[in-house]
C-alpha cells in the first residue's frame, strides 16, 4: 500500500533521500515546537478541557506521525511530495499545481 502512494504523489528515490536529511534536522527540535504548539493549545476555548495525561499523549503521536511523514518502513519518506525539497529551483515549472493547505 504505501508503494502505490509513494507512486501516486510522485515520490522518487532524491525525493526520499532529501526528507530523510530533512528529518534529521527537524528531529531534535521537534519535541520543542510540539510543546510550544500545545502550550498555545491549551489556552484556547476547548484546549482548557486537555489535562497534562492527554497532552503527554497527543505530543508523543504528533511527533511519531511527523517522523511517519519522512520515513517509511524502509527509511523512506510516506507522503511529502518532491516540490517540498526541489533544492534548485531553475528549471522549475510554473505551470505546476501548487499545493494548498
Not at 502512494?5 to 515546537?33: C, F, H, K, M
Not at 476547548?46 to 511519531?64: A, C, F, N, S
Not at 511523514?69 to 522549475?92: T, V
Request: hydrophobic share 35%; charged share 20%; glycine share 6%.
Amino acid at each position: 500500500m504505501m508503494t502505490q502512494i509513494i507512486r501516486y504523489l510522485g515520490i522518487d528515490t532524491r525525493t526520499q533521500l532529501l526528507a530523510e536529511q530533512l528529518w534529521n534536522l527537524v528531529d531534535a527540535p521537534s519535541g520543542q515546537i510540539i510543546a510550544e504548539f500545545y502550550r498555545r493549545t491549551r489556552q484556547s476555548h476547548p484546549g482548557v478541557l486537555l489535562d497534562e495525561h492527554t497532552i503527554g499523549r497527543l505530543m508523543i503521536k504528533q511527533r511519531e506521525h511527523w517522523h511517519s511523514l519522512f520515513n517509511s518502513c524502509s527509511g523512506r519518506p510516506a507522503e511529502l511530495p518532491s516540490i517540498f525539497f526541489q533544492s534548485d529551483l531553475k528549471g522549475f515549472n510554473n505551470d505546476q499545481p501548487t499545493r494548498t493547505r
